[in-house]
């Protein structure tokens, strides 16, 4: 069956929040070999990248994506794992979405863990577990802007919230890790209450603003991009070969 857009969406947003935003159809984070298979079982116009796994199985790698966009499909990214797929392929025709995929492109060995966060399993929904590292710096400077904090203790909240590694990383986690440290009690428990409502969600922010780009009327969904040329390599075949995926890349007439 086919689809004009297909998303990958995980923690960075709920799929019911996102439908709110765009009618497509919506798939768990992307690994290894999944855009390849989506463009092989729902021959989309467009792929939107927004979640991806990390550490637990292989990422989604460049030359999948670059053999989906060989096949006329477009692939835009935003958020987590497509703003860095967006932000490595930008030259090569991915199109890149909001302030985290800006960022990585003008930010030279950006980690990626700075928009990792732990999640739950697929079969219960990938909801985060956590809070990314780049959402959690841009609230502690809304909070000192705001007065909440003293710029000594975004600082030092800042360098704290990036020793903890991204499986375990929270404002919670982060501020219970601070008070025993010995921080000021008292910004912290301010710090703490404001937090409720104070937090900045970027990723969600640019993943909205990227199914809103796709879901507008003057963005023109209504045929494939004109395809581009593409090298098979040993080690990607090797890679589609695992996933019994190799006969659909050898085939130039497969849709």
Do not use: C
């Not at 929904?125 to 590292?133: D, N, R, T, V, W």
């Amino acid at each position: 069956m086919g689809y004009e857009i297909v998303v990958f969406l995980g923690p960075t947003m709920s799929v019911a929040y996102a439908r709110e935003h765009l009618d497509a159809l919506y798939l768990t984070p992307a690994g290894n070999g999944d855009i390849v298979r989506a463009v092989i079982e729902h021959a989309p116009s467009a792929i939107a990248l927004i979640d991806g796994v990390f550490g637990q199985s292989p990422a989604v790698r460049h030359k999948e994506i670059l053999w989906a966009m060989s096949r006329g499909v477009r692939v835009y990214g935003a958020s987590s794992m497509g703003a860095m797929r967006a932000a490595e392929l930008t030259e090569y025709g991915m199109g890149g979405h909001g302030m985290v995929f800006r960022w990585y492109r003008r930010t030279a060995l950006a980690d990626d863990a700075d928009v990792a966060v732990a999640m739950a399993p697929a079969q219960l929904g990938s909801f985060p577990l956590g809070h990314a590292l780049i959402d959690i710096r841009l609230t502690l400077k809304k909070a000192m802007r705001n007065r909440i904090i003293g710029r000594q203790l975004q600082v030092t909240l800042e360098r704290l919230a990036r020793s903890i590694h991204y499986t375990e990383r929270s404002f919670g986690k982060l501020i219970s890790i601070a008070a025993e440290h010995g921080m000021s009690s008292q910004e912290l428990r301010v710090l703490d209450l404001w937090l409720v409502d104070g937090k900045r969600k970027q990723k969600e922010v640019d993943a909205i603003g990227l199914l809103a780009l796709l879901s507008s009327n003057s963005f023109e969904m209504k045929k494939r991009s004109e395809p581009r040329s593409f090298e098979l390599t040993e080690a990607f075949a090797y890679d589609m070969e695992y996933y019994n995926l190799t006969d659909i890349l050898l085939d130039p007439d497969h849709h």
